[in-house]
């Protein structure tokens, strides 16, 4: 299984990191993107990830970070060897105190970044009723900045915007919100998106699946994402990780050396 967006350097982690790794491991994850969400923040992602060989680091500035003038500090970060993509980066119009103007242009700025450096993108988005749909503006930014390589996490958004993102050549990734009992529209959508084109992320520590909620989420929960889609898709468990595996190492341009217990 690939974890394909992970907070594992957060302060949550700070009892038993190296547990939660080793389970991962232990577990059948065999790839995982740390993924940052500011500059001092993808800093401590990609610290990460040197220390662990089967993981992998995504830089980049959240929207409510948007405001952070380092993009030239970026620059240097998007060159290291462990760093696989530009992320997360995005939207976020859902109680953001940052102006949606902000927010597009330095979406814009980190999306000519990843071309740049021919990293894919790992997008955040999220909408609100009263500020606009952070989806089709994410979307309309891409298509006049031709990118075309990269994924939309956590996705939210309806079947007619999720079309959309893969008419653009984005895939897009399920969290253990698809475990939910009332997440009846994520589950349209997931049997909406072909398989080819869905990757598997935890988010953790957030979101944790429905069999653990209350608890922290980890990697080693992406057994539960993958579990859901096996039922929706009414294909294998093992189908449903074998494909998406190869959706996220094809996307991100991970190394096949990549294995378990390695």
Do not use: W
Request: hydrophobic letters at 35%.
């Amino acid at each position: 299984m690939f974890d394909t967006h992970a907070h594992l350097h957060f302060s949550d982690y700070n009892s038993d990191r190296e547990e939660v790794i080793s389970r991962s491991r232990e577990k059948g994850i065999e790839c995982l993107i740390n993924v940052g969400i500011n500059l001092e923040d993808s800093k401590e992602a990609l610290k990460l990830a040197q220390r662990h060989n089967f993981i992998y680091a995504a830089v980049g500035v959240h929207p409510h970070y948007a405001t952070e003038n380092t993009l030239d500090k970026f620059r240097e970060l998007a060159k290291h060897k462990k760093t696989i993509a530009i992320g997360e980066v995005g939207l976020d119009y859902f109680k953001n105190p940052i102006a949606k103007e902000v927010q597009q242009e330095t979406f814009r700025k980190f999306i000519r970044l990843a071309k740049d450096n021919c990293l894919p993108l790992i997008i955040h988005s999220r909408s609100d009723i009263d500020n606009g749909n952070a989806y089709l503006d994410a979307v309309e930014i891409l298509q006049d900045e031709k990118s075309s390589k990269g994924v939309f996490h956590c996705f939210g958004g309806n079947k007619e915007i999720a079309d959309r993102v893969l008419n653009q050549g984005f895939f897009i990734s399920f969290t253990a919100n698809l475990t939910f009992p009332n997440a009846h529209k994520t589950r349209e959508v997931a049997a909406f998106v072909p398989l080819e084109k869905i990757l598997l992320e935890t988010d953790c520590p957030f979101l944790a699946p429905q069999q653990k909620r209350g608890k922290r989420n980890e990697p080693s929960y992406v057994r539960y994402v993958a579990e859901a889609l096996s039922e929706i898709k009414s294909v294998s468990f093992e189908q449903v990780v074998k494909i998406t595996t190869e959706n996220a190492k094809t996307l991100f341009k991970v190394e096949p050396t990549c294995t378990p217990g390695v």
